[in-house]
């Protein structure tokens, strides 16, 4: 049995895996892929000690960290969590796996909208981060898609930036109140050169410089639910040490909410990994 199982392979993940290993604890960590950050077309320009560098070589880069220490990282798929008095146990595609406490650091999947030339286009001119990419629309027009607490927040963001937005809806009921235009046609397809320079809708054509995708769907969500963890806006919510409302499973990264930067998620991991420490060091009885 380990002593604790990380769900997901960013950084907050691993940070707290190193952290963990650092702590003499036995510990694993589980991810299908590189996640969002590694997976897309991202190139990060303001993480501390790096020239602009892609989200798969950063993702790598940790990896290998964690790897030169021994920590056992497997590309599995997650089908199930559960756990009792004793123990949680992670059942992936492949095996399963039992620990005194887990760590759930999955980051938030990025809504993907079913739109023609939508992968085309990420990375270029489409963006899911308005503190990361923001600066690069300063004065310029943009979509914000989106309709409920994420587009707020959003919003609060890019209006710093520009003030030629318009919110595209994509066919859902707004859930905000808002000054700026709101389009709640469906969106059919993006256009563009090298960059984007428009969305086309099932009624429009709107010229545009970029697109910030802000529906906002963490990709723990499912997982959440099945196991009664107490989340606030599609937030996991923890304590001061990391933990949620259930004892010995804790939570770090995008899926606890904040600024989703790296430089974050890495902090969390560490904080988390000090709590899992605390934990098991004070721990006498079973789980409750």
Known sequence: MFDCIIVGLGPAGISAAIYLNRANK???????????????SHIIENYYGFEPISGKKLIEKGIQQAKKLNIPIHFESVVSID??????????????????TLLLATGRSQQKLNVKNFHKYTGKGISFCSICDGFAFRNKRIAVVGYNFYLAHELKYLENITKDITIFTNGKNIEIETS??????????????????GIQTNTNFFELDGMFVAIDTPSSLEFTKTLGIISDKNSVV??????????????AGDIIGGKLQISKAVYDGMQSAFGIINYLRIKKGPLK
Request: charged share 30%; glycine share 10%.
């Open 26 to 40: 036995d510990v694993v960590a589980i991810g299908k892929d590189y996640g969002i950050l590694g997976n897309g």
């Open 83 to 100: 756990y009792d008095a004793e123990k949680f146990t992670v059942e992936t595609d492949k095996t399963v796996y039992e620990a005194k």
């Open 180 to 197: 700026y235009p709101v389009i709640f046609d469906e969106l059919i397809e993006i256009h563009g050169n090298d960059v984007l320079t």
């Open 238 to 251: 923890v304590d001061d040490n990391y933990m949620t409302n259930i004892e010995g499973l804790f939570a």
